[in-house]
């Protein structure tokens, strides 16, 4: 069974800490993502990675960070965590090269900044 | 610039009826993917239904179909006989080929299913 795991499905943290949200995929898949979703806006993608240590910037990237060390792991960091930044962000992973590749999400995890 | 827009925030509609959720899209590319994911009150991404730029036939699977227009750039979906557990968000999103395979998603449309 095909598995994207984000490491906290709830957090809460303070302003100006610096957050690290985690997500492991298990399927050996190229693209991985990162997105938000707020009522209203949809998911709104934050970073995107096509490779190990490649990175693009979607369309909200400020205030956010990511790192790719190894392929099935995708961190987000926000640096300084602002209440702006309070939302479900949600991880997603899937074959790359292709436009016709499912993407497989995570559970999600709502962060709550105080 | 890529663009996904759903223009329903929200629908009703009565159990056993049929129903469209509009989406529309913006790309410049010939190559896309077209996608729709439904997201249950429980939050999981759940993928419903494909349709590439090329396909000549509408994609279905199941009670889904996807209605493909392509010269106005609309990427309808279709839920037929509607039932009770399908009340969720339902999101349209595109894959264009010229921007490094990013998934792109639209704002997502509430369906409500009434006995």
């Known amino acids: 069974d095909v598995k994207v795991t984000q490491s906290s499905r709830y957090l809460v943290k303070r302003t100006g800490e610096k957050v690290f949200l985690e997500c492991v995929q298990d399927?050996?898949?190229?693209?991985m993502f990162w997105y938000r979703q707020d009522p209203g806006l949809g998911l709104r993608l934050i970073y995107f990675?096509?490779?190990?240590?490649?990175?693009e910037k979607g369309d909200i990237p400020e205030g956010y960070s990511v790192s790719r060390e190894k392929k099935e792991r995708f961190s987000l960091i926000l640096e300084s965590a602002s209440t702006n930044q309070t939302s479900m962000y949600l991880c997603?992973?899937?074959?790359?090269?292709?436009?016709?590749?499912?993407?497989?999400f995570g559970q999600g995890t709502r962060l709550t900044v105080v | 610039a890529q663009k996904i827009t759903q223009t329903q925030p929200g629908m009703f509609v009565q159990e056993k009826e049929a129903v469209t959720l509009d989406c529309t899209y913006d790309?410049?590319?010939?190559?896309?993917?077209l996608f729709w994911y439904k997201q249950p009150s429980s939050g999981e991404m759940i993928f419903l239904i494909y349709?590439?730029?090329?396909?000549?036939q509408n994609a279905t699977e199941g009670r889904y179909s996807l209605n493909f227009q392509k010269a106005r750039k609309s990427a309808n979906l279709v839920i037929s006989a509607s039932q009770l557990g399908d009340s969720a968000m339902y999101f349209c999103?595109?894959?264009?080929?010229?921007?490094?395979?990013?998934?792109?998603f639209g704002s997502g449309t509430r369906l409500l299913v009434r006995p």
């Open positions: 997603a992973s899937s074959t790359g090269g292709s436009v016709n590749t499912e993407a497989f």
């Open positions: 399927m050996d898949h190229e693209n």
């Open positions: 990675s096509y490779d190990v240590k490649m990175k």
């Open positions: 790309t410049s590319d010939p190559s896309y993917g």
């Open positions: 349709q590439g730029s090329y396909d000549q």
């Open positions: 999103a595109m894959i264009p080929m010229d921007s490094s395979y990013k998934l792109i």
